[in-house]
């Protein structure tokens, strides 16, 4: 069956230290996507990409890096930059930005910075 | 510019109706969609309703959309406690903007 993964599922990192988030998905979508989540705070978006070797900066783009070598790749790197990583992030996927079949997402992984 | 407000919180005893209301800033916006979160899991597409529609169901949902208004809702008939979730609204544009998420709403079912 075609879909999204992300792993792993919890991540736990000591402060300082760099930390890359995994999504593969392997439903042939163009578009790739990194959300995070706070409480009360809804999505946000991080990074986006809508074709190979592209990607573009979202709402919250720093302290984050990412990379599209691969259309079935999307890696998230949080660094030490990030001043707040602790949260759920999520990534999802789509045929391309804006169609009627809406995001594919995947179960997310949570962050926990100590 | 873009923006998707949702009321935080609804509470509703099992059996009644549920409806979760959106209101949206952009009247450029193609379709729209509703989302459901179920605790530690990722979003899972519920229903959408394109630009130029008015209602769309389907079984216990049914999406309104008042365009004058900018006004979005979600009617979920015979709530059940397998319905309590987080619900978020969306809206897309067209070309290659990424969707916008409202904040979400917590639906909460009263056995």
């Known amino acids: 069956d075609g879909g999204i993964t992300q792993s792993p599922k919890y991540l736990f990192r000591k402060e300082g230290q760099n930390v890359t988030l995994s999504c593969e998905q392997n439903l042939n979508h163009d578009a790739m996507y990194w959300y995070r989540q706070d409480p009360g705070q809804g999505l946000r978006l991080i990074y986006y990409s809508q074709i190979v070797n592209d990607f573009q900066k979202g709402d919250i783009a720093e302290g984050y890096s990412v990379s599209r070598e691969k259309k079935e790749s999307f890696p998230l790197t949080v660094t030490s930059a990030q001043k707040n990583p602790t949260a759920f992030y999520l990534c999802?996927?789509?045929?391309?930005?804006?169609?009627?079949?809406?995001?594919?997402f995947g179960s997310g992984t949570r962050l926990t910075v100590v | 510019g873009e923006d998707v407000e949702q009321s935080l919180f609804l509470s509703v005893r099992e059996g009644d109706s549920s409806v979760i209301n959106c209101t949206y800033t952009?009247?450029?916006?193609?379709?729209l969609y509703w989302y459901k979160q179920e605790p530690g899991a990722g979003l899972q597409l519920l229903t959408y309703?394109?630009?130029?529609?008015d209602m769309k169901q389907d079984q216990r949902l049914t999406v309104l959309l008042n365009k004058k208004d900018k006004h979005l809702s979600l009617r979920i008939a015979d709530t059940q406690t397998g319905d309590s979730a987080i619900y978020f609204c969306?809206?897309?544009?067209?070309?290659?903007?990424?969707?916008?998420f409202g904040k979400g709403t917590r639906l909460s079912v009263i056995a």
């Open positions: 952009d009247s450029s916006s193609t379709y």
């Open positions: 999802a996927s789509s045929p391309q930005t804006g169609t009627k079949n809406g995001y594919t």
């Open positions: 309703i394109f630009s130029n529609m």
């Open positions: 969306a809206e897309s544009f067209s070309g290659n903007t990424p969707l916008v």
